[in-house]
C-alpha cells in the first residue's frame, strides 16, 4: 500500500493564501470525505495531490519522499469536478483514452474501459456519442475515465455537485463499490454518512478537522445524521455550512 501525505504545503493564487502549511497524511485505507465551503481550497489541494499543481511551498510525499508531479499522476487518478465529452469520441474510446494517456496500451486500455463501464452502469451506452450524454451519465463517464487509469488512490472534486437528488443517491451508491483508497470533496454535508470511514474539513487554508467520521460527528448535535454534520461542521470551523 502506497503512503501519500503533504508536507507543509502552501499554495498562493491570484494574491491570496489558498493553503498555508497543510500537513495531511492521507488515509492508507478507505473512503474519506474532504468537506469545506466553496472557494477553501478543496479543489486545489485534490490538484496538488494528483500532480495537476505544485506547490509553491513543502512537497508531496509518496512513502516519506518528495515525488515528481509526473510521477504523482501515476500514482493518483483525479476526477475532475467538470467532466467534458470529448468532440466525435464513443463513451468507451473516451473512457479507453484515458486509460491510454495513464499508460496503458489500447488494447489493454479498451478491455479496462469496457469491465469498468459495467460497474458505473454505462456499458449500454458504450457506443453513444459522449456529447449525447446528460449530466449524470457524464458524470459517471468521468469516474470511469479515473477508474481506468492505473492509480492507487483516486481523488474525487464535487462528484456530487449540480446532480438531482436521484443522480446524487445512485452517484454514491457507485462511490460505494469502489474497493480502492479514496478521496470526495464535497461543500454539501449530507454527503456525511458511513460509506466515508474518514473525514477532513478544510477551512481558512488549513485542516480544521482531521479524523474518523464518528469522531467528527461527535462534535454535532441532532437525531439525523446530516444534521450533526452541519452542527459538527459550524463548531469545528464557526462558520455556516
Known amino acids: 500500500m502506497v503512503s501519500i501525505s503533504l508536507s507543509e504545503v502552501g499554495i498562493r493564487l491570484r494574491r491570496r493564501d489558498v493553503l498555508r ?23 486545489t489541494t485534490l490538484r496538488v495531490l494528483s500532480g495537476a499543481l505544485s506547490p509553491a511551498d513543502g512537497a508531496v510525499l509518496v512513502d516519506g519522499r518528495p515525488i515528481r508531479r509526473r510521477q504523482l499522476r501515476s500514482v493518483v487518478a483525479l476526477m475532475p469536478q467538470t467532466i467534458t465529452a470529448i468532440p466525435g469520441l464513443s463513451v468507451i474510446d473516451q473512457v479507453a483514452f484515458a486509460g491510454w494517456l495513464g499508460g496503458l ?75 480502492k483508497p479514496l478521496v470526495l470533496s464535497t461543500h454539501q454535508l449530507d454527503d456525511v454518512d458511513q460509506t466515508f470511514s474518514n473525514v477532513v474539513v478544510l477551512s481558512a487554508g488549513n485542516l480544521a478537522f482531521e479524523g474518523s467520521t464518528q469522531e467528527f460527528l461527535s462534535h454535532g448535535a441532532g437525531d439525523e445524521t446530516s444534521r450533526r454534520a452541519e452542527s459538527a461542521f459550524v463548531a469545528l470551523t464557526g462558520a455556516a455550512s
Open 21 to 43: 502549511g497543510v500537513t495531511w497524511h492521507l488515509p492508507e485505507t478507505g473512503k474519506t470525505l474532504l468537506a469545506g465551503q466553496n472557494g477553501v481550497g478543496k479543489t
Open 105 to 179: 496500451r489500447e488494447s489493454a486500455a479498451r478491455a479496462q474501459a469496457l469491465a469498468v463501464l459495467d460497474q458505473v452502469d454505462l456499458v449500454e451506452e458504450k457506443d453513444r456519442n459522449a456529447s449525447q450524454l446528460s449530466g449524470g451519465q457524464l458524470r459517471r463517464v468521468g469516474l470511469a475515465e479515473a477508474l481506468t487509469r492505473p492509480s492507487d488512490m483516486l481523488l474525487l472534486d464535487e462528484p456530487t455537485a449540480g446532480l438531482d437528488p436521484v443522480q446524487r443517491a445512485r452517484f454514491r451508491e457507485l462511490v460505494d463499490t469502489i474497493d
